[in-house]
């Protein structure tokens, strides 16, 4: 039976090339501090807020989970740029997703916003059939980082980069923080091998705080305004359907 190719983009790397974590207990140190890079915020823009299930948007507020308010929100938003800033550090993926359902159809361009430095990500939103579609086109590399409790799992066409632990993550967390440091040089060392390869998709767990998949986009930034990837896409998991208003 034919094995799936390595993912070794070890070979042919420069001898001076920063070296990695070597064992999974080298994983529990502390992650070195990265510095934040990405988009000065755009202008001309609506600022949403997310904060759990509710949105705001200036002085209005939505739960796009209800019928009523998804409407109202894709009325204010439709054919507009919009940027996302959660103003909640307990606000999970999950909890936002009929929010993003309704930006992907009606916004023009939607960006988000990093929690701690004024720099801002303009993403494609996919849900998940999306996701699927995208991951059907006949195209190299396909590059994907699945953001895991425990780390980043880099996976492109042709296999996973491995991590320090064979099972683990390609990139774990390092004294329970996200090691960005690692992602951003992990990934500027896949594009040197996808050349061609002009997008990337982050697809975290729905569990994910909605702050720590901002934090995950700073990683595909190599300096300030200079990323690495033409599109960035975030994938989402498909809402629910919505309630009638007249529903509990």
């Given at each position: ?184 040089r992990e990934l500027a060392r ?59």
């Amino acid at each position: 039976m034919a094995q799936t190719p390595s993912l070794a983009v070890d070979a042919g790397a420069p001898s001076t090339a920063p070296v990695d974590a070597g064992t999974w207990a080298d994983a529990t140190v502390t992650a070195v501090a990265a510095p934040v890079w990405g988009e000065p915020l755009p202008d001309d823009v609506l600022r949403l807020e997310l904060s759990g299930e509710q949105v705001r948007l200036g002085a209005e507020a939505f739960t796009p989970a209800r019928a009523p308010d998804s409407a109202r929100l894709a009325e204010r938003v439709r054919g507009r740029d919009v940027l996302i800033a959660v103003g909640d550090a307990d606000t999970f993926l999950a909890q936002v997703s009929d929010a993003l359902a309704v930006l992907r159809t009606q916004a023009d361009g939607v960006w988000l916003q990093h929690p701690d430095a004024p720099v801002a990500y303009r993403v494609v939103l996919r849900d998940e059939q999306g996701f699927r579609a995208w991951l059907e086109e006949v195209a190299p590399g396909k590059l994907r980082v699945i953001q895991r409790a425990d780390g980043f799992e880099l996976t492109t066409s042709v296999g996973k980069l491995p991590g320090p632990d064979r099972n683990g993550p390609s990139v774990p967390v390092r004294g329970g923080r996200q090691d960005i440091a690692t992602l951003r040089r992990e990934l500027a060392r896949l594009k040197t091998r996808f050349t061609t390869s002009d997008d990337l998709c982050l697809v975290p767990s729905f569990g994910t705080e909605v702050v720590q998949v901002a934090r995950a986009l700073g990683g595909t930034y190599v300096a300030p305004r200079e990323g690495l990837f033409d599109t960035l896409c975030l994938v989402y998991p498909t809402p629910r359907a919505a309630p009638d208003a007249d529903s509990p």
